[in-house]
């Protein structure tokens, strides 16, 4: 961390709504300190010209130090933001370390092509890594957000600032040291805590950052869009939020489908930006699938996120919290009928009940709007064509759940949904080979697979002329 400022803020346990810490609070300063180490690095430092196999056997150490410290990164990534601990030990921190191995297997694996020309040329591709990188990642994943950015840019030989949310720095730092003692070298990677409004806009407006990739709020996003066009016209990379469809047709199983209904609505507490919060349900078994949704949502545990019974932690802050209900307000004024939940629940920290809607209508606001809560709207519909419409009815375009057991209904509805990532008869069917990105308000760009190394990369052609060849 490096730190010029000198001023901090409060880092706050969800569960107790208690400080855990006082964390730096970066601004511009630090952000053009940063920037400075990270030219450095990148212009007259090791890591861009490093052979891909070296980059790689960095990264395969940062890897195994992630696996050696999960407990450590899984407590900081609970009591930070809520996170189930015992899910995190099992899914989110393997799956980080996993990661920055699947990256480092690909570093040594970047290469050009070489060009048939149509004259006498010689030509071919280089694929160099773009510069300076600014990564500001969101807090509702802050271990598996900070590698999806971090992994691929690495094994580009890009040099890079990480901007953590404010709400969870903890982790952030934790895998710096992590990545120092991996023999990352200094100016590699650089983490900036602070505010998104101070440290945020200074590195999407920066002269000296080549790219910026952000995950967030499609209202920052295009914040982050306008500081880059502002200053040097940077590349942008945008996962932005979403509201996602999750439509059940009648030829499935009820009892099933109703579980994924639940994990897709509230899992991690309905902080994720894929939640398919609107549960399309065909008509002839509505009822039924409202009869298993009350039946399992009866027992969602909330409570102690150290707790491994648990389901559901605390949202993330109070503002978060204050929003989520309000946006149940919104719903009970808005003409649905609540269905089940609906209130805060205990006495201390930042809980919700597991909340669903029924008789929502899509014009509502409930409907439309990304709550980013253990919020779930359930709406009825008659045909494929119809559902498909109303599907696509929205700003957003980021995922989409698909539940049948034809594969006709399968092949048109997720080829006609608008939406980056179509889950069939699954849901939160996440892989590191599985790239992810959104549609419309939802971003553009792709985090995760191969894709996500190309955004770090630039194509250079090299052209010369060649003389008296036998072919071209």
Same mark, same amino acid.
């Given at each position: 961390?490096?730190?010029?400022?000198?001023?901090?803020?409060?880092?706050?346990?969800?569960?107790?709504?208690? =400080?855990?810490?006082?964390?730096?609070?970066?601004? /511009?300063?630090?952000?053009?300190?940063?920037?400075?180490?990270?030219?450095?690095?990148?212009?007259?430092?090791?890591?861009?010209?490093?052979?891909?196999?070296?980059?790689?056997?960095?990264?395969?150490?940062?890897?195994?130090?992630?696996?050696? #410290?999960?407990?450590?990164?899984?407590?900081?990534?609970?009591?930070?933001?809520?996170?189930?601990?015992?899910?995190? @030990?099992?899914?989110?921190?393997?799956?980080?370390?996993?990661?920055?191995?699947?990256?480092?297997?690909?570093?040594?694996?970047?290469?050009?092509?070489?060009?048939?020309?149509?004259?006498?040329?010689? &030509?071919?591709?280089?694929?160099?890594?773009? $510069?300076?990188?600014?990564?500001?990642?969101?807090?509702?994943?802050?271990?598996?957000?900070?590698?999806?950015?971090?992994?691929?840019?690495?094994?580009?030989?890009?040099?890079?600032?990480?901007?953590?949310?404010?709400?969870?720095?903890?982790?952030?730092?934790?895998?710096?040291?992590?990545?120092?003692?991996?023999?990352?070298?200094?100016?590699?990677?650089? *983490?900036?805590?602070?505010? $998104?409004?101070?440290?945020?806009?200074? !590195?999407?407006?920066?002269?000296?950052?080549?790219?910026?990739?952000?995950?967030?709020?499609?209202?920052?996003?295009?914040?982050?869009?306008?500081?880059? &066009? &502002?200053?040097?016209?940077?590349? *942008?990379?945008?996962?932005?939020?979403?509201?996602?469809?999750?439509?059940?047709?009648?030829?499935?199983?009820?009892?099933?489908?109703?579980?994924?209904?639940?994990?897709?609505?509230?899992?991690?507490?309905?902080?994720?930006?894929?939640? $398919?919060?609107?549960?399309? =349900?065909?008509?002839? !078994?509505?009822? @039924?699938?409202?009869?298993?949704?009350?039946?399992?949502?009866?027992?969602? +545990?909330?409570?102690?996120?150290?707790?491994?019974? =648990?389901?559901?932690?605390?949202?993330?802050? /109070?503002?978060?919290?204050?929003?989520?209900?309000?946006?149940?307000?919104?719903?009970?004024?808005?003409?649905?009928?609540?269905?089940?939940?609906?209130?805060?629940?205990?006495?201390?920290?930042?809980?919700?009940?597991?909340?669903?809607?029924?008789?929502?209508?899509?014009?509502?606001?409930?409907?439309?709007?990304?709550?980013?809560?253990?919020?779930?709207? =359930?709406?009825?519909?008659?045909?494929?064509?119809?559902?498909?419409?109303?599907? #696509?009815?929205?700003?957003?375009?980021?995922?989409?759940? !698909?539940?049948?057991?034809?594969? #006709?209904?399968? #092949?048109?509805?997720?080829?006609?949904?608008?939406?980056?990532?179509?889950? !069939?008869?699954?849901?939160?069917?996440?892989?590191?080979?599985?790239?992810?990105?959104?549609?419309?308000?939802? $971003?553009?760009?792709?985090?995760?697979?191969?894709?996500?190394?190309?955004?770090?990369?630039? +194509?250079?052609?090299?052209?010369?002329?060649?003389?008296?060849?036998?072919?071209?």
């Amino acid at each position: 961390m490096i730190e010029v400022t000198r001023k901090t803020f409060e880092t706050i346990d969800p569960r107790t709504e208690e =400080v855990i810490a006082r964390i730096a609070e970066g601004e /511009k300063e630090d952000v053009d300190l940063a920037v400075k180490a990270a030219r450095e690095a990148f212009d007259h430092g090791p890591w861009p010209r490093l052979p891909g196999c070296e980059r790689r056997r960095i990264m395969l150490k940062f890897a195994d130090l992630i696996d050696e #410290n999960i407990e450590e990164l899984a407590v900081l990534d609970t009591i930070d933001g809520g996170k189930l601990y015992s899910l995190c @030990k099992i899914i989110d921190i393997p799956a980080a370390a996993e990661t920055i191995r699947y990256y480092a297997g690909a570093a040594d694996k970047i290469h050009g092509a070489t060009l048939k020309m149509s004259r006498d040329l010689q &030509a071919y591709t280089l694929h160099e890594p773009v $510069g300076v990188v600014g990564h500001i990642i969101p807090w509702n994943f802050p271990s598996q957000m900070f590698v999806m950015k971090v992994g691929p840019a690495l094994a580009a030989g890009c040099t890079m600032l990480v901007k953590p949310a404010e709400q969870t720095p903890l982790s952030a730092l934790y895998y710096a040291h992590l990545a120092k003692l991996a023999g990352i070298p200094d100016g590699v990677l650089n *983490v900036i805590t602070g505010y $998104g409004s101070t440290a945020g806009a200074a !590195i999407s407006s920066h002269m000296d950052i080549d790219k910026v990739s952000f995950t967030g709020s499609t209202e920052v996003g295009r914040l982050i869009m306008q500081g880059a &066009a &502002a200053s040097n016209l940077k590349s *942008v990379s945008l996962e932005l939020g979403g509201k996602s469809p999750f439509i059940v047709f009648d030829d499935v199983d009820v009892d099933k489908v109703a579980d994924l209904a639940l994990q897709g609505s509230f899992y991690n507490k309905g902080e994720i930006c894929v939640a $398919g919060t609107r549960i399309f =349900v065909q008509e002839g !078994i509505y009822d @039924k699938f409202l009869n298993k949704l009350e039946e399992k949502v009866k027992r969602w +545990v909330v409570g102690d996120p150290f707790n491994p019974n =648990v389901h559901q932690g605390p949202q993330v802050n /109070k503002q978060q919290y204050d929003k989520i209900l309000s946006y149940i307000e919104h719903g009970k004024n808005g003409g649905a009928t609540l269905f089940s939940g609906g209130k805060p629940a205990g006495q201390k920290g930042y809980y919700i009940e597991p909340t669903i809607f029924t008789d929502v209508t899509d014009d509502m606001t409930i409907a439309k709007e990304e709550i980013f809560g253990p919020v779930m709207s =359930v709406l009825k519909f008659k045909t494929v064509e119809e559902v498909i419409k109303r599907a #696509n009815a929205t700003k957003y375009g980021l995922a989409a759940g !698909i539940m049948t057991n034809d594969l #006709n209904t399968a #092949n048109t509805v997720s080829r006609s949904i608008r939406a980056g990532v179509i889950w !069939i008869n699954c849901y939160f069917a996440f892989d590191k080979d599985l790239p992810y990105g959104g549609y419309k308000m939802s $971003g553009f760009e792709r985090d995760m697979g191969l894709e996500a190394l190309n955004k770090y990369l630039q +194509v250079k052609s090299v052209a010369t002329p060649i003389q008296n060849s036998p072919w071209l």
